[in-house]
Structure formats: structure tokens, C-alpha cells
């Protein structure tokens, strides 16, 4: 074999073939290709990789003056183009040269009402060549074709939800390019990835892996921490973060004024009775879990204790527990409360739970959007909401991405069961600009509980509300607010 591979490294220039997801790479280049992913393919005689290391490829032949034959030479962008009829605040302007300056490989971390379709729209036209943008969702996706459809002035191809048309730019869904992009993954010079944290955990990254553009582009208002795992697999697979850009250094300016304020509460005697006897078996299992594995982290923990059946059963329990912190009754009626006070502006309730969205609909008569809401119904209810026929609506997670609600200023986060991600996108639906706008976030937080920590852990700028620095006995009243 090692013969073989010698004897493919000779010869003028090099060729690269792509295949199925994957490239075949023949002459110096293949020979000179020691990589983790790279394979010697004895059939082909050639060596295999996968297609997002065409860039690398093609970078390397340019370095060593090597002619580099096959049709994916034409994906190599041209010399950066302008985007002038496309006009970007300052900040969005920097973020775009920053990436372009990175090689037009990397992401940019900007907060969600930031611009961050602008900018791509823009490095669309500068790139000029075929895109493919892909996205988590169809309600994304219509989104995105209908922005560059109206920017560039030119059919959108669409791959999802029943649609497989394959334009110069087209759009997918997470779930359409990793079925598909392994036969089309050699048509596109760009690749744009909207919410591209969602592939730092390693899910359905093949889809990236399979898309030979040497150009790439990942969006984010929260990438994973640097040095992480995902931080280096969206590295590897789209390039690092050149841009990283904070909420509290955009409002005010380029975002809407925005306060958060924290509103604490109280369990109520029976739920305080509940909770503790809910969380107290795992907490017990984690303590004695972490005396005994000095150094080890959490998801080893819930690994281990997840191994027996008395574990398991804890676990159910502290889920429980979870759920008891997370919209106990103080809640509830300190929603109605936000609600009735805020009712002449458009206001989101965020929750974690489905259950929870439902309740708030039930109890303070407002619409509610979940996943279990067809596109159809809920489309109608955002227009109700824009026109301000609607008032309210509840959320379990749909709006925490993605869709456009620019005429909501207050949000009420009533569930802490998220992580600081969420957060940011949650706070992001009520800041994007408006004349005279000053946006308001309420984030309920049960004392003593999980959810306090949660809240902590989360946090961004958060300061105590009047209550809170009151010793207020739970937050009935929110007259000081």
C-alpha cells in the first residue's frame, strides 16, 4: 500500500474528485495529506477525505504552486467583492472583515437582534459564489429564503419541509443537509450555519463534514466557551470564533435600552416540603459520589449514580424537584400580575415546560406557541401579536430562536431550568431597536432551590430588584419595580 500511495504522489499537479460526502485526492496533495479523518482508499488508489477539507486542500496546493485539477476549483472564492448595497452598522462591518481577514473561515458570536442574517447576507454577496445556508428549523428556513430572496433579487432554492429545489443559493434544515448534502455538497463555495452551536456537541455534524465550501460561516448570539470541546469541533468544522460581541456592549445604541430585572419567590410551606423531600436522595448520592471521585465532573456523576436502580430513582426525584422550583404557585400569581400591569405592551412569558406554557395560557387567557403548534397557527398568532390584537403569548422554547418578534419589550422568564444560552436568546427577543424603546426582562427566581443557583450561573447583568435588596417576603407586589 505504501508503494501505492508513493506512486499517487507523483506526477504534475493534483486532483480532487468529490464522492459521496468525501473527496478523492490524487497527486502530492493526497501524498502530503497526514490528517485525522484521511484514509488510503486501495480501490480508487487514491487517498479519501472528508469534503470539508477541500479548503485545506486547495490552500496548501496554492502554497506549494501546484495546478489543482477537478471542478471543485471553481468553489475557491474570488477576490472579496463589494457589498454595497447592502448598508451595515459599524460593528456589523467589523464583524465581516474580521471574518473575512480569518480567511472567510469562522464564527461570529453576536447577541440575537444584533444583525447577524445581515452580515451573512453581505458575505454573500462578497464571496460570489453558490451558498448553502442551513438552519434548525423550517420556520428558519422560510425566514432566511425570504431575506435572500428580497436581498439578492433571485430564485431561492429550498431543502425541506417537502421542498428539494437547488438554486445558486439555497437554504436547508439542519435535518434535510445532513440527509442531503452528501450528493450536493460540491455546488456551494459558501457554507453559512445559522445557530451553529448546535453542532458543537458532535449531533448530525456530518452534514457539516460533507460540504466540500472552503468558505464558512457559523452564527451565534452564545458559542461554546473557548478551549472547550465544542469550541474545538466548530473550529475543525467551521473555524473559530473571530467576532465576539456581548449584549450589554450593543444596548442602549445598536440594540433597544434593555433592565433585567431579578423578581425573587418563595415556595409555599407544602411545595418547600415537597422539594426538599424530592431533592434530598440525590443529593445525597452526589456528595457521596464526589468525596469518593475527587476531580471527576458532573455528567460522570450523573453517569455513575444513573447505574443503579436506586440512583435512577433519584434522579427522578431531583427532576421532580426541578420541576416544583420551577413554577410554583408565588409564580403563577406573579405572572398574572406582570401581565395585568404590562398590559398595553407586547409581552413574551418564556417557560421551560410545555405544562407551564399551557398553565399560563389557561389562567391569564393568552396564546401559547410550543413545538405541538402547527406553522399555520402559530404564524397567526405572531400577526395578532405584530398588529397588537394580541397582547401576551406564552412560549416553551419555540421563540427562543430564529424567529423575528420585533415588537416585543417586555419578557417575562418565568422557568429556570436553562442554561445561559437560552438566556441570551430569551433576553434577544425583546431587543432588537425601535424608536424610544427600552426593553424589560423579569426573571423569576424561587429562593433557595435549584433555580436560585440556575439563575446565578446564568446570569449576564442582572441586578437585584428593589424586593430582593428589600428582604421582600416573596414578591406579591411588584409596585417597586
Not at 231 to 257: D, N, Q, S, W, Y
Not at 444 to 456: I, K, Q, S
Request: hydrophobic residues 45%.
Amino acid at each position: 500500500m505504501a508503494d501505492a500511495q508513493a506512486a499517487a504522489g507523483t506526477g504534475e499537479g493534483s486532483s480532487v474528485v468529490f464522492t459521496g460526502g468525501t473527496l478523492l485526492v490524487g497527486g502530492s496533495a493526497g501524498s502530503s495529506l497526514r490528517r485525522a479523518g484521511v484514509v488510503w482508499d486501495d480501490r480508487a488508489g487514491k487517498q479519501r477525505a472528508p469534503a470539508y477539507l477541500f479548503g485545506e486542500i486547495a490552500a496548501r496546493a496554492d502554497a506549494a504552486g501546484e495546478r489543482l485539477t477537478g471542478d471543485l476549483r471553481e468553489l475557491w472564492p474570488p477576490a472579496p467583492r463589494s457589498w454595497d448595497r447592502l448598508a451595515l452598522r459599524s460593528y456589523q462591518e467589523a464583524a465581516l472583515s474580521a471574518w473575512m481577514v480569518a480567511g472567510r473561515r469562522g464564527i461570529l458570536a453576536l447577541p440575537t437582534g444584533a444583525g447577524k442574517t445581515r452580515v451573512a447576507l453581505a458575505a454573500i454577496l462578497a464571496c460570489g459564489v453558490p451558498a448553502v445556508v442551513l438552519c434548525p428549523t423550517r420556520a428558519l428556513m422560510g425566514a432566511w429564503a425570504s431575506q435572500l430572496g428580497a436581498t439578492l433579487g433571485e430564485r431561492i432554492g429550498i431543502v425541506g419541509d417537502g421542498e428539494r429545489t437547488i438554486e445558486r443559493v439555497t437554504v436547508m434544515t439542519f435535518e434535510s443537509a445532513y440527509r442531503r448534502l452528501d450528493g450536493v455538497g460540491d455546488r456551494f463555495g459558501l457554507l453559512v450555519v445559522d445557530e451553529v452551536h448546535h453542532f458543537a456537541s458532535g449531533a448530525r455534524a456530518e452534514a457539516l463534514e460533507a460540504c466540500a465550501a472552503p468558505a464558512r460561516l457559523g452564527l451565534s448570539a452564545t458559542a461554546p466557551p473557548a478551549g472547550t470541546e465544542g469550541a474545538l469541533r466548530l473550529a475543525e468544522l467551521v473555524g473559530p470564533v473571530v467576532t465576539e460581541i456581548k449584549v450589554a456592549e450593543l444596548a442602549g445604541t445598536h440594540l433597544a435600552e434593555l433592565s433585567i430585572v431579578q423578581l425573587p419567590v418563595e415556595l409555599a410551606a407544602d411545595e418547600r416540603e415537597r422539594y426538599e423531600r424530592l431533592v434530598a436522595p440525590f443529593a445525597s448520592l452526589r456528595r457521596l459520589f464526589f468525596r469518593q471521585h475527587r476531580g471527576a465532573g458532573y455528567e460522570e456523576m450523573v453517569r455513575v449514580v444513573g447505574s443503579t436502580a436506586e440512583g435512577r430513582a433519584a434522579l427522578r426525584d431531583h427532576a421532580a424537584a426541578v420541576q416544583v422550583a420551577c413554577f410554583p404557585r408565588a409564580k403563577q400569581a406573579l405572572v398574572s400580575t406582570l401581565l395585568a400591569r404590562h398590559r398595553a405592551d407586547r409581552t413574551i412569558v418564556f417557560t421551560a415546560r410545555v405544562e407551564d406554557a399551557y398553565r399560563v395560557s389557561e389562567r391569564d387567557l393568552v396564546p401559547v406557541i410550543t413545538g405541538e403548534v402547527g406553522a399555520q397557527e402559530r404564524d397567526r398568532i405572531l400577526a395578532k401579536f405584530r398588529d397588537g390584537r394580541v397582547r401576551a403569548i406564552a412560549s416553551a422554547r419555540v421563540l427562543n430562536e430564529g424567529i423575528d418578534v420585533p415588537d416585543a419589550r417586555i419578557a417575562i422568564v418565568v422557568s429556570g431550568s436553562l442554561g445561559a444560552r437560552e438566556h441570551v436568546q430569551r433576553i434577544g427577543r425583546v431587543l432588537r431597536p425601535a424608536p424610544g424603546k427600552r426593553a424589560l426582562v423579569y426573571e423569576l427566581v424561587t429562593r433557595g432551590t435549584l433555580d436560585e443557583r440556575l439563575a446565578r450561573s446564568r446570569s449576564l447583568d442582572a441586578r437585584p430588584s428593589p424586593l430582593e435588596r428589600a428582604g421582600d417576603d416573596g414578591g406579591a407586589d411588584v409596585a417597586a419595580v
